[in-house]
């Protein structure tokens, strides 16, 4: 099993920038890709962003593409996704999720998930 706890989340203007954190716990040997998915009220789960946990390869959605940027620290187990040039229509709910089979935007394709964290872009 593995545990997620993501954090950052918050409320900004449009055009602002947050850093979302997310700390991986239990058997982070297994992990091979982290993702990032988001989901606004009334609309279904979206992918957003994920990273190849052992190489850092990253894979974008392309409503996010130049402005998001995912990360990772190895040594501490904690993926990360910088937005920049917030926009509205960016505010959901953010959730981490971790694949131990593979890289892609597929939500099944994730077997854990953390607890989903807050971003409000104000207009």
């Known amino acids: 099993q593995v545990q997620l706890q993501a954090c950052g989340g918050g409320l900004v203007q449009a055009g602002g920038s947050l850093r979302l954190s997310c700390a991986a716990s239990g058997r982070t040997f297994s992990i091979y890709a982290m993702g990032w998915f988001r989901q606004a009220p009334g609309k279904e789960r979206e992918f957003v962003a994920a990273?190849?946990?052992?190489?850092?390869?990253?894979y974008y959605a392309d409503s996010v593409k130049g402005r998001f940027t995912i990360s990772r620290d190895n040594a501490k187990n904690t993926g990360f996704l910088e937005m920049n040039s917030l926009k509205p229509e960016d505010t959901a709910v953010y959730y981490c999720?971790?694949?131990?089979?593979?890289?892609?935007?597929?939500?099944?394709?994730?077997?854990?998930w953390g607890q989903g964290t807050q971003v409000t872009v104000s207009s």
């Open positions: 999720a971790a694949s131990p089979r593979r890289l892609g935007p597929q939500p099944g394709s994730y077997d854990y």
């Open positions: 990273i190849s946990w052992s190489a850092g390869l990253p």
